[in-house]
């Protein structure tokens, strides 16, 4: 017998009913409010300019970042976890390759002009990715490059992101290849009989706030500025001098959300950004 579309709302009205999914739907809520602004502070800040390529805005990737965190959280309000896991994956990936972008670009000699077959691997990456032709581009290569850069190599290792890292890739992998009977959509009923509820929601919380307080945090390492407060250029605006220093003031809602995080990582990486990026967060 086939489900009826009165099933599936019954199954959506008993999961908003959930208390831990409540919770967890307020976490997703925030996270995806947050790169909404984020995205409104950084758009036309985080230009790249690459060989050849020319100038890219990698505002269209947190813009789509956040519309995937919706998708998600639509995911979740249905009980639905296996896609909502296989969303998470393409949320990390999109967010780290805002920060290939902006890796790329630090790394692209631009005083010298090559032919595109003389680019350089991840050069030629970003010209495929802004000609709608990239291929077979993984994770581990985007993630390589971006510990290769001098700003981030050192916290990486510091805050064990790599280890990390790994261990997240094994668990959202298994949602997308379906690695087991566990990783699969089931309705509300049977999560609750077999009680999979907390740790599936658990689960996305705690990975959701990793890779985002992570790409932040790395953000602010490879490109400080892109968090600088509203202040500095509407002084600028209005004809005025800003006053010295406020080009390092931070925008409210960024310090906040580190604030909030910090422990995620660690309780020393405010500091740590304060020491390496002379940002006041």
Same mark, same amino acid.
């Given at each position: 017998?086939?489900?009826?579309?009165?099933?599936?709302?019954?199954?959506?009205?008993?999961?908003?009913?959930?208390?831990?999914?409540? $919770? %967890? &739907?307020?976490?997703?809520?925030?996270?995806?409010?947050? %790169?909404?602004?984020?995205?409104?502070?950084?758009? #036309?800040?985080?230009?790249?300019?690459?060989?050849?390529?020319?100038?890219?805005?990698?505002?269209?990737?947190?813009?789509?970042?956040?519309?995937?965190?919706?998708?998600?959280?639509?995911?979740?309000?249905?009980?639905?976890?296996?896609?909502?896991?296989?969303?998470?994956?393409?949320?990390?990936?999109?967010? /780290?390759?805002?920060?290939?972008? @902006?890796?790329?670009?630090?790394?692209?000699?631009?005083?010298? /002009?090559?032919?595109?077959?003389?680019?350089?691997?991840?050069?030629?990456?970003?010209?495929?990715?802004?000609?709608?032709? $990239?291929?077979?581009?993984?994770?581990?290569?985007?993630?390589?490059?971006?510990? @290769?850069? !001098?700003?981030?190599?050192?916290?990486?290792?510091?805050?064990?992101?790599?280890?990390?890292?790994?261990?997240?890739?094994?668990?959202?992998?298994?949602?997308?290849?379906?690695? #087991?009977?566990?990783?699969?959509?089931? !309705?509300?009923?049977? %999560?609750?009989?077999?009680?999979?509820?907390?740790?599936?929601?658990?689960?996305?919380?705690?990975?959701?706030?990793?890779?985002?307080?992570?790409?932040?945090?790395?953000?602010?390492?490879?490109? !400080? &500025?892109?968090?600088?407060?509203?202040?500095?250029?509407?002084?600028?605006?209005?004809?005025?001098? !800003?006053?010295?220093?406020? $080009?390092?003031?931070?925008?409210?809602?960024?310090?906040?959300?580190?604030?909030?995080?910090?422990?995620?990582?660690?309780?020393?990486?405010?500091?740590?950004?304060?020491?390496?990026?002379?940002?006041?967060?």
């Amino acid at each position: 017998m086939f489900l009826s579309e009165d099933e599936f709302e019954k199954n959506k009205n008993a999961v908003l009913k959930d208390k831990t999914i409540r $919770q %967890l &739907l307020e976490t997703l809520t925030e996270i995806r409010d947050f %790169l909404n602004e984020l995205g409104y502070l950084t758009f #036309g800040r985080d230009f790249s300019v690459i060989r050849i390529t020319g100038v890219i805005e990698g505002n269209i990737v947190l813009e789509s970042a956040s519309r995937t965190m919706e998708s998600i959280r639509c995911c979740c309000m249905s009980g639905n976890f296996a896609d909502a896991y296989t969303l998470l994956r393409k949320f990390r990936d999109d967010l /780290f390759y805002y920060l290939y972008l @902006l890796v790329v670009a630090d790394k692209s000699d631009l005083t010298k /002009f090559v032919e595109l077959d003389k680019l350089s691997s991840d050069e030629k990456n970003i010209w495929e990715w802004a000609h709608n032709k $990239q291929k077979d581009l993984y994770i581990g290569s985007v993630l390589k490059c971006i510990a @290769l850069h !001098p700003s981030a190599k050192k916290a990486i290792k510091i805050y064990g992101l790599k280890e990390s890292f790994d261990k997240i890739a094994d668990n959202l992998n298994n949602y997308v290849h379906s690695n #087991g009977y566990f990783f699969y959509n089931e !309705p509300y009923s049977k %999560l609750i009989v077999k009680q999979k509820i907390e740790e599936k929601c658990n689960g996305m919380s705690e990975m959701t706030i990793y890779i985002t307080i992570t790409f932040l945090f790395l953000m602010v390492l490879i490109r !400080p &500025l892109l968090i600088m407060s509203y202040d500095y250029i509407d002084y600028l605006d209005c004809g005025d001098v !800003p006053p010295e220093g406020s $080009q390092y003031w931070v925008a409210p809602f960024v310090s906040q959300f580190f604030e909030k995080y910090k422990n995620v990582l660690d309780e020393n990486i405010i500091n740590y950004l304060r020491e390496n990026t002379e940002m006041q967060i």
